[in-house]
């Protein structure tokens, strides 16, 4: 689970998870289902960077929604 989780992402179901390689590296990976489709993404790098909440890629993550 990523305990850390900033994502409450427009109307979807989401299954988010954590982990570090052997490089100290954070892999955050995200699953995201709307009835008609699902979002796979991961972000990685640095933890510090991963874990702002203004990082380009969480911020991408967070305001995805479906476009009717």
């Not at 979002?39 to 305001?63: C, K, M």
């Amino acid at each position: 689970m990523w305990e850390h989780s900033p994502l409450v992402t427009y109307g979807a179901e989401q299954a988010i998870a954590e982990t570090v390689d052997s490089e100290g590296l954070l892999w955050i990976h995200a699953y995201f289902v709307w009835p008609h489709l699902t979002v796979y993404a991961t972000v990685s790098g640095p933890q510090d960077e991963v874990r702002n909440t203004q990082n380009w890629a969480i911020t991408a993550l967070d305001s995805m929604k479906p476009n009717p």
